[in-house]
């Protein structure tokens, strides 16, 4: 396989494409060994990638083995494949495409990506990657602390969440630039947090476990539990459910299902 094309676990995502996508494009190619458009499409990308000796990079995930990755990325058809840099996707398609067709997709983000210049940022990322590979998470943290870039401070609000300390996830948050603040990540991370601490205000665990389901398993799956709470509530657990459920449909990237979802939202409360 081409030094530009690797396989890539969830363990290995942050390293080898979102911090990778800063210095280099990197293509998204989410697969399966069972699906025949996948094993269509996937020489034709790997003759892309090598035929640009380095100017974008592949990533294959198989999703039989990454289920919660390819769910985290909104992936529900195969092939689906993303396009990220500077940590953001910024192109997608599904499907199987001529390679004429990939490369006009691909060609305008191709242009030098300047690297930092702050070395002792980017040596605390990797020392912070580093640790996280070896499951040594706590330890990360000081070096995600002392790095100053986007994606640092994006992986440290995710260990804070993990965690259950969302006051000083939402404090890393609030150390974002203005324009960071409305990146796509960063706005998601934000209602996730909101999310959290709503749900810690109450001892309600039927709203416990409909939270979780939504942060950690399926937004969609977890705002179908907290219509389910809300059908037989009343008064303020009803008012919670309902500030849950608005935070929650931000977290589902699916505008058609969202609308349909607070069309029965708004059944159940007038």
Request: proline share 4%; net charge negative; hydrophobic share 40%.
């Amino acid at each position: 396989m081409s030094e530009f094309i690797k396989a890539v676990s969830a363990a290995e995502f942050e390293e080898d494409v979102v911090f990778k996508s800063q210095t280099v494009p990197v293509l998204i190619d989410f697969w399966a060994d069972w699906c025949a458009p996948c094993k269509q499409l996937m020489p034709v990308l790997h003759q892309l990638v090598d035929s640009l000796e380095g100017a974008v990079h592949l990533a294959t995930i198989d999703t039989d083995a990454e289920q919660e990755l390819a769910m985290s990325y909104g992936v529900r058809s195969l092939p689906t494949v993303l396009l990220m840099k500077n940590g953001e996707i910024v192109e997608q398609f599904m499907g199987v495409q001529p390679e004429s067709e990939v490369r006009k997709l691909i060609e305008p983000h191709l242009k030098p990506v300047q690297k930092s210049t702050e070395k002792k940022a980017s040596d605390d990322m990797y020392k912070a990657l580093e640790l996280i590979q070896q499951d040594q998470v706590s330890e990360a943290i000081p070096y995600l602390q002392a790095d100053t870039s986007f994606e640092g401070k994006l992986l440290l609000m995710k260990i804070y969440s993990q965690k259950g300390d969302i006051d000083k996830a939402i404090e890393t948050f609030e150390m974002l630039s203005d324009e960071h603040k409305e990146k796509p990540q960063a706005i998601i991370i934000k209602f996730t947090l909101d999310l959290i601490r709503l749900g810690k205000k109450s001892d309600d665990s039927e709203l416990h476990s409909a939270i979780e389901t939504a942060v950690s398993v399926d937004p969609v799956q977890g705002a179908e539990q907290l219509l389910s709470l809300l059908s037989r509530s009343n008064g303020d657990r009803k008012d919670q459910i309902k500030q849950c459920l608005i935070l929650a449909f931000n977290l589902i990237d699916d505008v058609k299902l969202v609308s349909q979802l607070r069309r029965k939202m708004a059944s159940l409360i007038f």
